[in-house]
């Protein structure tokens, strides 16, 4: 992908987060999303780089659905910065699993407890991307 066209991208996804941020007061996303047509639906999937039901699946799931993951490439030594900088295909994918986590209340109990780096192999969706990250010099933190 050439810059021009990433920060095209880039671009539109800001402005359809800002859009979709502005409507959180006045309802859900997933209501919002929701009454939209489908060739919208897809439409704003596309310029997010995803399929359409992972865009309904994330608006379900909340504004906060993956904030677990940076906390926890940071427990593991890796700068989520250098992550979406470098493989942003694949800190999108991790977010929507994250997203989609059902083991949610143990990896914020091993976040908190400092005990994440031991167990989340154990439970978190993300665990083989994250161990090919912390093999990966360029995305440790300093």
């Not at 994918?93 to 031991?118: F, H, P, Y």
Request: proline content about 4%; aromatic content about 4%; hydrophobic content about 40%.
């Amino acid at each position: 992908m050439n810059i021009a066209h990433h920060d095209a991208a880039r671009s539109a996804v800001s402005r359809i987060i800002d859009w979709m941020a502005k409507g959180w007061e006045r309802a859900s996303e997933a209501d919002m999303i929701a009454s939209l047509d489908d060739e919208t639906i897809r439409e704003i999937a596309h310029d997010c780089g995803i399929q359409p039901d992972q865009l309904i699946a994330l608006a379900k799931a909340g504004p906060h659905a993956a904030d677990e993951m940076p906390a926890m490439m940071r427990a593991l030594g890796i700068d989520p910065m250098e992550v979406e900088t470098r493989f942003r295909e694949q800190f999108r994918a991790m977010q929507i699993d994250c997203s989609n986590c059902t083991s949610k209340d143990e990896c914020r109990r091993d976040l908190k407890d400092g005990t994440a780096a031991q167990h989340f192999n154990d439970y978190c969706a993300n665990a083989d991307d994250l161990s090919s990250l912390r093999a990966s010099p360029e995305v440790l933190a300093d």
